[in-house]
């Protein structure tokens, strides 16, 4: 019995490690899902802001209002398809993670969203 003095020690520490890196995963996953919610919804904004761009022009360029509301939403505007004469705008966006606990460097989310706008006749 003397010679297994301890190993219950070793044990704990073995559980209580994989609880910190589970739960240091957690968080990391978390802040990467939080960030992509807010990628997408800027994504949508910004091709939402194209689109009335094109549809009823206000004086702004279509990728200007979508860097525009890209921006508002806390993202950055990579790309915006959105040619004068046309109804329709897909714009890409990229919002930053930041460092993580488990994976460092930093790290981006990007996010793409299509908006067009349905032309109609009033009957």
Do not use: W
Not at 43 to 54: P, R, T
């Amino acid at each position: 019995m003397k010679g297994e003095r301890g190993s219950v020690s070793v044990v704990a520490i073995a559980i209580v490690a994989i609880t910190m890196v589970i739960g240091l995963g957690a968080a990391d996953l978390a802040k990467v899902l939080v960030a992509a919610t807010r990628a997408q919804s800027a994504a949508d904004a910004a091709a939402l802001a194209a689109a009335q761009e094109l549809a009823l022009p206000a004086g702004l360029q279509p990728a200007e209002a979508a860097a525009e509301y890209a921006g508002r939403n806390g993202a950055e505007l990579l790309e915006c398809r959105c040619d004068p004469g046309t109804l329709e705008a897909t714009v890409l966006v990229r919002v930053a993670v930041g460092d993580l606990l488990l994976v460092g460097g930093e790290r981006s989310v990007d996010a793409r969203a299509a908006a067009v706008v349905e032309a109609y006749a009033a009957p």
